[in-house]
């Protein structure tokens, strides 16, 4: 498959995604726990820019023993692309959707390489 250049390695964060155009379609790209993932960023659920979301820890609900919320806190190990849209959310890692992983977003291989990143399209 061609590859396409995106842009130099130390131009993407850790903390919001860099939205490129390549032959027509809008990729996100992150660096995540030092990876660098792509997506296509369409939202599977009504088409929203999901990576152009927030970027969040997965929230973890902390029970008493009747199982009664007791309190909310961050697993940062755990990031997930909230779309701006409805707020639905797809784990950063995999792409997986929070409530249905069987719903994932499109991603692309990306090849990092020479210090400029490169998607396979």
């Given amino acids: 498959m061609p590859e396409k250049l ?7 964060s ?11 379609v809008e990729i996100g ?6 990876t660098v993932v792509a997506y296509k960023n369409i939202c599977p659920h009504q088409g929203g ?3 152009e979301g927030l970027k969040m820890p997965r929230v973890c609900d902390e029970l008493d023993e009747q199982k009664r919320s007791v309190r909310q806190t961050f697993d940062t190990t755990e990031m997930h692309f909230v779309c701006p849209w ?3 959310e797809f784990k950063i890692e995999t792409g997986e959707a929070i ?21 396979e399209v």
């Fill in 86 to 88: 409805h707020g639905w």
């Fill in 14 to 24: 850790d903390t919001t995604a860099r939205i490129f155009e390549v032959e027509g």
């Fill in 6 to 12: 995106l842009c130099a390695a130390a131009d993407l």
């Fill in 49 to 51: 820019p999901v990576c």
């Fill in 29 to 34: 790209v992150i660096r995540h726990n030092d």
């Fill in 99 to 119: 409530g249905d992983p069987k719903i994932r977003l499109s991603r692309y291989k990306v090849i990092e390489r020479d210090a400029q990143i490169y998607v």
